[in-house]
């Protein structure tokens, strides 16, 4: 079946150093994760995404990695900031032709 | 600002009512898809429209429904409300619906059941 799981659920940081979440899917047949964050009571934006075509892609301070024999993958923010404070979502697609998100992980970067 | 617009912002109304959540997708977007999501909970696919036909479905309850209109702006319904139907409804768009393309969201409808 279709499912995403999304760790840690918390992640608190020191300003400056990097934060990892990770999520593992189950579906062998999905080929696109995207990952969105979602600033407090605002909408979700996406941040980056990968294909299964590549293991890893970077856009400036973010990154992910993807693991297709193991199902998982993963995002990396390095030199945390206070506005990288936010819950961020992974997706997987595209189990029954949609988007499963995982359930969120809220990052909190302290000063 | 993501080109998606969803009325109304806020909508407070009591249990067993009825309620329409309007969305309009960014210029060009072809699909519509219906999230749900509650306090402290991740995002729920409801249902997805494609040029006015519903392409995929998810956890939706039979109490609610939506419908893309030929302008391709969409409404979900929601119908016999329960307290546990308060959450926040956000709508997205994408160019032609296919789950590898980038979905833009609105800024949510907030809906309160007392």
């Known amino acids: 079946g279709e499912n995403v799981e999304q760790h840690p659920s918390t992640l608190s940081v020191q300003e400056g150093d990097s934060a990892v979440i990770k999520c593992t899917y189950s579906?062998?047949?999905?080929?696109?994760f995207p990952w969105y964050k979602q600033e407090l009571g605002k909408r979700p934006q996406l941040i980056i995404d990968?294909?299964?075509?590549?293991g890893e892609k970077k856009d400036q301070r973010i990154a992910v990695t993807l693991n297709k024999t193991a199902k998982h993958f993963s995002l990396h923010i390095t030199e945390t900031q206070p506005e990288d404070s936010a819950v961020y979502f992974c997706a997987e697609g595209p189990a029954g032709n949609k988007l499963t998100f995982g359930g969120g992980t809220r990052v909190l970067v302290k000063p | 600002d993501s080109g998606v617009t969803q009325t109304p912002k806020h909508l407070i109304t009591a249990t067993g009512q009825r309620v329409t959540l309007r969305c309009s997708p960014r210029?060009?977007?072809?699909?519509v898809y219906w999230y749900q999501q509650s306090l402290d909970q991740g995002l729920q696919f409801l249902i997805q429209y494609y040029n006015g036909e519903e392409r995929a479905k998810g956890n939706i309850l039979e109490r609610f429904s939506a419908q893309q209109f030929p302008d391709l702006h969409s409404e979900l319904n929601l119908s016999s409300l329960e307290l546990g139907d308060s959450a926040l409804y956000f709508c997205a768009s994408s160019v032609a619906g296919a789950p590898q393309e980038t979905q833009y969201f609105g800024p949510g409808t907030r809906l309160l059941v007392l």
């Open positions: 210029s060009g977007d072809l699909s």
């Open positions: 579906d062998s047949a999905s080929n696109y």
């Open positions: 990968i294909r299964s075509n590549v």
